[in-house]
């Protein structure tokens, strides 16, 4: 009796301890606002940013932090609204993080965000119309340990090419400037290096901000060496094109966002290392959340008990899927039942079906992989029980084995128009008869500017060219001969045009969408789609050479007569020439004229000019060989 009370003694002390461990957001306060600007005014639109700050709002809920604030697609004022809400929020944080995606811009060496609504037509506009980075940094100075700024805004911008330069010596740089911070235990993190931009990526989310992901929430990695970790995971995706950089400085001691798990000591851990493995595992399993899990595995990495963890960490993201889909899945109906009320057009209604009935089977195999992980899980926990010091037999390591592969198949692809719900796990097309396939596929080719036709399901000679277009211009490499749904994939990721827009004769392009071109008064459009001023000379013309023969013999009938005054009366002491006709073939192509009439000089013949003339004299004689 007394040696089991003694038993039951560290048990409990470990499962004081881990509990802590469990939840480090007690220890000190967190906090985190993330803006992503995607859908610019007067600007084309960005892909990325949206999904990269749902993906890092994710990431900081994951760590435990107190606080995240998620905003998109935010104007100027309702930025700063935002700034100054998280600013009352950091105020007694001990760590606080601004992570911003979308357009940025450095003039005279400062640095500026630019909301949605920014109407940069001047380069002064940047004072009125932006953010500047100064801002942000006063919106995280409150916190006490730790203030990190992190800008994945170093993209190509559209804005600085349009400008007026109202001073030709103000400076535009390309990217953002090299900065350096001037409070304490501040971190200025960007995606590219002062004076370069960054890349988006071929995906839903850029390289940078992939990475950062992986990296920054790991337990107990110090912040400085985990942005040295996302710096070369984005070097060599890039291909050496792009080298994050991060300006700031901070004291000795390691600074993690995820503090490290606490470990037990070895005085009060059980004799046997399973043991106490699995009595920590049970107390993970009745905290059940992310953050236990994470660090269960912080504390053991490996072993069967970890491979038991990772599968109630894809319990809990086949749960999240499965909410996902199931409510973009309703979504979806709701609008497709809108269209139809509204009596919207076949293509039209043609996308809102082929969207909604995919939502539907995406929620429908998530609820069945959720299940399938659930059964699993549950089924290993009951071996468990009854095996607590051994190591996992063939048949649960075939069952781990199973519910991963159960898992990675659920369709994440369908999720990404909700990106907060974004699943983390692989993407797979749900599988569509062919015709039906052909015309999804056919449908995100016309969104994407690459058809003209309209999607009738015939993977024809016009279908694949389109793909072949897509592949060119969105730097893939698909099948065109085939449909599959790795091709409805990729296209669906791009969320704006891929393949440029083409204009008949007559209109030109202006963003999105072709304007009729009209010339000023006094000017035509010409074959090179341009307006030229008419010319007042006359330009000869096919129709011109056509009717030369036709102006000679006007020509010679002009030579004929002689010149008349006074309303046909012939000049004094001339007698109105007649012209006599010749026989055909006969004429030698010279005329002869006297007083009386005008003839063709014989063949054989020629004119002699003599000189002089006068009314009673020629000056030219017929001189025959």
């Not at 046997?272 to 049970?282: F, I, K, L, T, V």
């Amino acid at each position: 009796m007394f040696g089991s009370r003694s038993f039951q003694i560290p048990r409990l002390l470990i499962a004081a301890v881990l509990l802590l461990a469990c939840q480090p957001a007690f220890a000190e306060k967190r906090v985190a606002l993330v803006i992503a600007n995607s859908a610019y005014r007067n600007v084309p639109p960005l892909a990325n940013p949206v999904n990269d700050g749902a993906v890092m709002s994710k990431t900081f809920k994951a760590a435990g932090f107190d606080v995240v604030d998620f905003r998109r697609d935010l104007s100027a004022g309702e930025t700063r609204r935002a700034l100054r809400d998280f600013a009352d929020a950091a105020r007694d944080a001990d760590i606080a993080v601004v992570y911003y995606a979308g357009h940025g811009m450095e003039v005279e060496g400062a640095n500026y965000l630019i909301p949605v609504d920014a109407r940069l037509e001047r380069d002064t506009d940047v004072y009125d119309e932006t953010l500047s980075l100064d801002r942000i940094l006063v919106a995280v100075e409150p916190a006490k340990k730790l203030r990190l700024v992190i800008l994945d805004a170093c993209r190509d911008n559209p804005f600085a090419r349009t400008m007026e330069r109202t001073v030709a010596v103000r400076g535009i740089g390309r990217g953002l400037a090299r900065i350096e911070p001037t409070s304490p235990n501040t971190l200025v993190a960007y995606s590219a290096k002062a004076g370069s931009t960054a890349q988006d990526g071929d995906g839903r989310n850029s390289p940078f901000t992939l990475a950062l992901s992986r990296r920054i929430g790991t337990p107990g990695l110090d912040i400085r060496k985990a942005f040295g970790f996302v710096r070369d995971e984005v070097l060599k995706a890039t291909g050496n094109r792009q080298e994050p950089f991060v300006y700031g400085s901070l004291g000795g001691e390691d600074v993690a966002l995820v503090p490290a798990a606490a470990r037990v000591p070895q005085a009060a851990a059980a004799p046997n290392a399973q043991s106490g493995m699995r009595r920590d595992y049970e107390l993970a399993l009745q905290v059940g959340n992310e953050a236990a899990w994470n660090a269960f595995l912080a504390q053991y990495p490996d072993g069967f008990y970890a491979s038991l963890a990772r599968l109630q960490l894809d319990k809990l993201t086949a749960e999240e899927n499965h909410v996902a889909l199931a409510e973009q899945a309703r979504a979806a109906e709701v609008e497709r039942a809108r269209l139809v009320a509204e009596g919207a057009g076949k293509d039209v209604l043609a996308r809102a079906e082929a969207k909604a009935a995919a939502e539907a089977k995406a929620a429908e195999q998530a609820r069945i992989a959720a299940e399938k992980v659930t059964e699993v899980a549950r089924q290993q926990a009951a071996e468990a029980n009854g095996r607590p010091q051994d190591e996992p037999s063939n048949q649960q390591q075939a069952s781990l084995i199973a519910v991963t592969t159960t898992a990675a198949s659920v369709p994440a692809a369908a999720a990404a128009t909700q990106p907060e719900k974004a699943p983390r796990l692989a993407s797979l097309t749900p599988a569509a008869p062919p015709a039906d396939l052909a015309r999804a596929v056919q449908v995100e080719l016309r969104r994407v500017g690459c058809l003209n036709e309209d999607a009738n399901g015939d993977w024809g000679s016009a279908s694949r060219r389109s793909l072949s277009a897509f592949n060119r211009y969105a730097g893939t490499k698909l099948d065109t001969q085939t449909v599959s749904g790795d091709a409805l994939d990729v296209i669906k990721r791009k969320q704006g045009r891929v393949c440029p827009l083409a204009c008949p004769h007559g209109f030109e392009v202006d963003v999105d969408h072709c304007d009729r071109i009209v010339c000023a008064a006094g000017s035509f459009l010409n074959d090179d789609n341009e307006c030229e001023k008419r010319s007042k000379k006359p330009v000869a013309s096919r129709n011109d050479r056509d009717d030369e023969p036709a102006r000679k013999r006007l020509r010679s009938e002009r030579r004929l007569t002689l010149p008349e005054v006074d309303a046909g009366r012939p000049l004094s002491g001339f007698a109105k020439p007649q012209l006599r006709a010749e026989k055909p073939g006969r004429a030698s192509g010279q005329i002869y004229c006297d007083a009386y009439l005008c003839r063709p000089v014989q063949r054989g013949c020629h004119l002699d000019y003599q000189g002089g003339g006068g009314p009673s004299h020629n000056a030219s004689v017929e001189v025959c060989n």
